[in-house]
């Protein structure tokens, strides 16, 4: 079992920056990652990082977002640069394991997920 806690969400103007946050408990797991879901839309997968720091990036979010995590401190971060008013979703943070929430993405099953972080974007 894997317990998380995202915090970091918030509203900032086209243009600016976030940091997100994921604080995990329990079990150690390989994949971690971010996804989103904006209202009216599927959640989807937008960045993920394996235990040997190898990162994938969802096409729409390369070259402006970058995730990392620190292992000592079973932490998960997202740097949200460059933001859009496209960005504007609740993002959750996610690790590997079976659930029964399990979703494939980014070559992981991602089974355990937090309460999620609003994070709006004004134009």
């Known amino acids: 079992q894997v317990q998380l806690q995202e915090s970091g969400g918030g509203s900032v103007q086209s243009g600016g920056s976030l940091k997100l946050s994921c604080a995990a408990s329990?079990?150690?797991?390989?994949?971690m990652g971010w996804f989103r879901q904006a209202p009216g839309k599927e959640r989807e997968a937008i960045a993920s990082?394996?235990?040997?720091?190898?990162?994938t990036y969802a096409a729409s979010v390369q070259g402006r977002f970058t995730i990392s995590r620190d292992n000592a401190k079973n932490t998960l971060s997202l740097q949200m640069n460059s933001l859009k008013a496209d960005d504007t979703a609740m993002y959750y943070c996610?690790?590997?394991?079976?659930?029964?929430?399990?979703?494939?993405?980014?070559?992981?099953?991602?089974?355990?997920w937090g309460q999620g972080t609003q994070v709006t974007v004004s134009s």
């Open positions: 329990g079990d150690s797991t390989n994949c």
């Open positions: 990082i394996d235990n040997k720091d190898r990162t």
């Open positions: 996610a690790a590997e394991g079976p659930s029964p929430a399990t979703m494939w993405a980014m070559m992981c099953y991602f089974g355990f």
